[in-house]
């Protein structure tokens, strides 16, 4: 006990919270009920793990955490090593579609990277990590641009890929108004503080006719009902939104897009990790034990799939011709 309380001592302290109370993030309403609690599964060093809600709007019905750690405080949250943000180990492994993708097609070429081809090709990654993505179209022609609020990230795809990425978020000084033609928002929306501002400014960047294509955990899935506080993809505090498909699509059209596609997107290495977490509790049911198994976890994800109710999904929207500001 006495080596442990050194140790303790031996941790640097985190620094304290500053606490958000945020109206919903899509329509403004202040009234909202409780959904569930859950703790940051990847608590900050010298800091016991924090509970954090997750509410419904009672007016629109949008998930999102609240109170939270406010914009500058959320940083801490972050673990260093959070995965997102660690630069590809093999660049010959990047842009590689698997044996099994490529035969049956069912990955989706978005997913894959082998977008299609819009106007003359320019590519903002909202979010973009450690690069791969970029990394990735730019080998196939693309004139991309990543952005990331991770200086550390950002500067680590400068370095090592040599790709032209920019720190911040959106708005941003150094992007012009319809200077893209393709927005890609890969596992990042959900974790920004203000999501109709960043959509807007999307919007804004995007030539008209351009397309943006957001992946985010699906709220509104098998997974997440049926693991509710261990579901992987809740990532509290880290993740402030959690899209159903319903509420991607009206925050989309809010923000002026018009939406293509809400397609489902498999991710059985999310399903195991749920069920690791569900398992960490005494007397976790039998069945969650068992998805800790690649093979059942790799068929629940598939089944999940298809009957519409993944861990993930991607909603593919277009800036229309017509409406906002001109260019
Ligand atoms: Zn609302």
Request: with cysteine.
């Amino acid at each position: 006990m006495l080596l442990r309380t050194r140790r303790l001592h031996l941790l640097p302290t985190p620094p304290a919270v500053t606490w958000d109370d945020s109206p919903c993030p899509l329509c403004g309403a202040r009234e909202a009920s409780t959904v569930c609690e859950a703790a940051d599964a990847s608590p900050r060093a010298g800091s016991p793990p924090l509970t954090f809600a997750v509410m419904r709007c009672g007016e629109c019905e949008l998930l999102y955490t609240n109170p939270r750690p406010d914009a500058e405080g959320i940083a801490d949250f972050y673990p260093d090593d959070y995965r997102p943000h660690r630069r590809p180990r093999k660049l010959r492994e990047v842009g590689r579609a698997s044996l099994w993708g490529r035969w049956t097609g069912r990955r989706h070429p978005e997913r894959d990277g082998r977008l299609p081809w819009v106007g003359r090709g320019r590519l903002l990654d909202f979010g973009c990590g450690g690069g791969s993505y970029l990394k990735r179209m730019a080998d196939q022609g693309w004139s991309v641009t990543g952005l990331d609020s991770a200086v550390g990230a950002v500067r680590g795809v400068q370095a090592e890929l040599g790709l032209h990425t920019i720190a911040g978020t959106l708005p941003h000084p150094h992007l012009d108004p319809c200077s893209f033609d393709v927005v890609t928002m890969w596992q990042s929306l959900e974790h920004v503080h203000e999501p109709m501002a960043i959509l807007r400014e999307a919007f804004r960047v995007l030539a008209p006719g351009g397309r943006l294509i957001v992946a985010c955990p699906n709220a509104d899935g098998w997974p997440a009902r049926a693991f509710g506080p261990d579901w992987f993809a809740l990532d509290l505090p880290r993740h402030l939104t959690h899209f159903t498909p319903l509420t991607l699509r009206t925050m989309l059209a809010a923000a002026g897009f018009r939406v293509e596609a809400v397609r489902q997107v498999r991710h059985s290495d999310w399903l195991r990790s749920s069920a690791r977490l569900a398992s960490r509790r005494p007397g976790a049911a039998w069945w969650k034990r068992a998805l800790t198994a690649k093979p059942l976890a790799k068929f629940a994800a598939w089944a999940a799939f298809m009957l519409g109710a993944s861990d993930c999904m991607m909603a593919v929207a277009e800036r229309p011709d017509f409406g906002g500001p001109s260019c």
